[in-house]
């Protein structure tokens, strides 16, 4: 979910105002309360995503850097996302790549130029990483389904999906190779994928062709592509049929654990567990199985990182049927916080 704008170079560019508005409607109804159960645990230590706002070498190289040294110690993989923007096809170019909102040149960075920034953020993570430290990262590539481009077809779609897949997992296999790319492997870091999925962006039908085009993706020496982590947000609350364009809550579940999918999701206020990912899960559990909760995300409005990963805490354990495992268990252990990064 897109943050209300971004300062960049002393002026403010508007990219959205879907948090804010969120947050004023929450208070409107009253729904600001934190619910929190006084026997939920206490949250895992948070990690730091980011909207990244450049592909500049030396700045996400010292981001990476950053993230290494301020990570914390946890028994489980940490986890961040860096965020993109949305997937383009970029005729003038003749290639795909990712588009951050708000941005003063308006022009998508290259997806191969993510790449190589990708690479310099994780030679940063592996060059100031603590001696002593047995911490690990997961590094999710993100992008969004935000307003996919209508005058693409599915196919283009799909192959755009598919471009993002090879990607990131030529970004896996970089982080793993040793010598033969001039370097050490980076045994502490896993890059997967990531989206920002939410209805209120794009349609289902090209959401789902670009995820498609994601998941059938293979090649000589890959047979699946790398996972992909939700980190969108679940608006069709307790609708059964269409009530927001062509998506339902049956597409919405499978986009969130389908194929090789976990969700990690936004709980910014009360009403996102309550009111959107828990009915999601009701759904999942009268429907082939519980989903499992890969992380939470909170960002700089609304809950703490600590009480959004309670919240959810709370009220899985709330919505559990009576004799049946705590739904709580199916949370897991991880926790990150999302923010705009200044160049």
Sequence with gaps: MNADGVWLKGKWFVVGSVILALGAAAIARGDVD???????????????????????????????????????????????????????????????????????????????AIYSGLQAWSRGYHRCYPSASSKRLTIAWGTSNGFLQASLTSDKLKEGGATFARYVQSYYDWVKCGSACGKSVYTRQFPIAGDDVEEAYSPYASTVAYLTGYDTWSDATH???????????????????????????ANRLQVAWGARHAPCPQ??????????????????????????????????????????????????????PVGETDWATHLRRRLTKIVWAIS
């Design 223 to 249: 047979a699946a592509p790398r996972p992909l982590l939700d980190y969108g947000a679940a608006e069709n609350r307790s609708c059964d049929t269409n009530c927001r364009g062509d998506w339902t809550r």
């Design 267 to 320: 709980i910014y206020y009360s009403f996102m567990s309550q009111y959107q990912w828990i009915p999601l899960e009701q759904w999942a559990h009268d429907h082939g199985g519980l989903m499992n909760f890969y992380c939470v995300m909170t960002t700089i409005v609304g809950y703490s990182p600590s009480d959004g990963w309670r919240k959810l805490w709370s009220d899985l354990h709330a919505a559990t």
């Design 34 to 112: 934190t619910g929190i159960n006084a026997t939920a645990p206490p949250a895992p230590p948070p990690t730091v995503s980011f909207y990244e706002t450049t592909v500049n070498h030396m700045f996400l190289n010292n981001q990476g850097c950053r993230t290494a040294q301020a990570q914390p110690e946890t028994s489980v993989n940490g986890v961040v996302f860096l965020d993109f923007g949305v997937p383009r096809w970029d005729d003038s170019a003749n290639v795909w790549g990712q588009l951050r909102a708000g941005l003063p040149n308006g022009k998508p960075w290259p997806i191969g």
